[in-house]
């Protein structure tokens, strides 16, 4: 896989998905990272739902997030903004859609934990455009669960959270899920926006 087959796959099916997208040494260092992270007891829980809505919904969501900015970087997080940016440049060249910032952060599961049925978008809001899920798990097996659940026209497609695998889909258009974890489930997640 290379980014090119990557960004025509999001084109063909709505959806990429780039097992071994990192070097187990790079999955190494950014697992690591988010552990360091969660030690430093910088993880918050995720919130869901716009306006007074806004909050924490356990029956929606149960992960913690750390967002991640692009100063104070450990070595970890900056080649990650680097592959982020070449791969933003892909998408652009091959697909044309305009996607100018990047938000991202670590997102930690709990055993048990799950994220229901959704969009990455609110209705009428077009920022997010490109939805990017970057597994950290070091060795996920099936009884694990975590799977995640991207849902098509007719049927879905269940992608294993396997440590180093890349998805990207188009943010507005696939309703997902996480179903249910077994074990604590880590990614990277962020959104290319417009
Ligand atoms: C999200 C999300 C999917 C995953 O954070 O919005 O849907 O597989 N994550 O972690
Ligand atoms: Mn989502």
Redesign the pocket.
């Known amino acids: 896989m290379n980014s090119i087959a990557f960004a025509q796959q999001i084109r063909t099916n709505g959806l990429g998905v780039w097992p071994g997208f990192l070097s187990k040494s790079s999955l190494q260092a950014l697992a690591a990272d988010l552990s360091e992270c969660q030690e430093a007891g910088s993880f918050a829980r995720a919130c869901t739902g716009q306006g007074s809505g806004h909050g924490i919904h356990e029956l929606v969501r149960r992960d913690t997030v750390h967002w991640l900015g692009r100063v104070d970087n450990t070595a970890a997080q900056s080649n990650l903004w680097v592959r982020i940016d070449a791969l933003k440049k892909v998408l652009n060249q091959t697909l044309f859609l305009g996607l100018s910032e990047f938000d991202g952060h670590y997102a930690s599961y709990p055993d048990g934990g799950f994220?229901r049925r959704?969009?990455?978008c609110f209705k009428g809001d077009s920022t997010r455009v490109v939805?990017l899920?970057l597994y950290l798990n070091l060795a996920w097996t099936a009884a694990d669960g975590g799977l995640l659940r991207v849902y098509g026209v007719n049927s879905h497609t269940d992608i294993k959270p396997i440590g180093g695998t890349l998805v990207c889909f188009l943010s507005a258009e696939s309703e997902?899920e996480?179903l249910t974890t077994h074990c604590p489930r880590n990614s990277f997640?962020g959104w290319f926006k417009r």
Request: charged letters at 10%.
């Open positions: 994220y959704h969009l990455d939805s899920i997902h996480v997640t």
